[in-house]
Structure formats: structure tokens, C-alpha cells
């Protein structure tokens, strides 16, 4: 029983800097790695920007999109910069997780997406 919430989509125009949000709730024992992910329209879902012991970036957005995450509220954040119209997408927040339920056993959670869209 995990949720993951995301937050901080919207209309942005070329260029801008919005920063996305993840929660993750529930009775979770610890969290190993976080992620985003993206999907646009017609195309397959792919792996933005990962946190665990390292930090991993697609081709595409590095040196524009930076990762974080606050270990004590199991928040991950991504900052992004200089957005381009390529980047629309609905973004999706991904979890390595243990739950109090079965600290033996790792489990993935995914949240319900936010919609970045990319005006120019």
C-alpha cells in the first residue's frame, strides 16, 4: 500500500524552469531509488533521470534536467531548465521501494503522471 504523487506540470513556454514533485506515502520502510520517467504522444515511455547510491540522466536531458530527492520525506524532485517543445510529455514518478508489510521484498510503484506541455 504506497501511493506516489506527482506535482508541478502545466503550460510552460520554451525555455522555462518549472520543477516537478514527487511524494511517496504509505508504509514504506525505505525507498532505494527513485525516478522520472516520460511519455509523449505515439511514443514509448523512457527513463528520464534516476537517484539511488548514483544519479543517471537520458542523453537528451543532461546538463538541462537535474534529479534530487529528500531522504526523511521520501520526496523526489526534478529541475528542469531550457525546455523545449521535444520535452512535452506526460512525466511519470517511479519508486524502488520496502514496505513495513514485507521488509524482505522490494517492490516498484509508479505514480499517475503529470503533463508537461511545451509551448513556443
Known amino acids: 500500500q504506497v501511493q506516489l504523487v506527482e506535482s508541478g506540470g502545466g503550460l510552460v513556454q520554451a525555455g522555462g524552469s518549472p520543477r516537478l514533485s514527487c511524494a511517496a506515502s504509505g508504509s514504506i520502510f525505505k525507498v532505494n531509488k527513485m525516478a522520472w520517467y516520460r511519455q509523449a504522444p505515439g511514443k514509448q515511455r523512457e527513463l528520464v533521470a534516476s537517484?539511488?547510491?548514483?544519479?543517471n540522466y537520458a542523453g537528451s536531458v543532461r546538463d538541462r534536467f537535474t534529479i534530487s530527492r529528500d531522504n526523511v520525506k521520501n520526496v523526489v524532485y526534478l529541475q528542469m531548465h531550457s525546455l523545449k517543445p521535444e520535452d512535452t510529455a506526460v512525466y511519470y514518478c517511479?519508486?524502488?521501494?520496502?514496505?513495513?508489510?514485507?521488509?524482505?521484498?522490494?517492490?516498484?510503484?509508479w505514480g499517475q503522471g503529470t503533463q508537461v506541455t511545451v509551448s513556443s
Open positions: 537517484i539511488g547510491g548514483t544519479t
Open positions: 517511479n519508486a524502488d521501494l520496502v514496505l513495513w508489510e514485507n521488509i524482505a521484498r522490494a517492490r516498484t510503484a
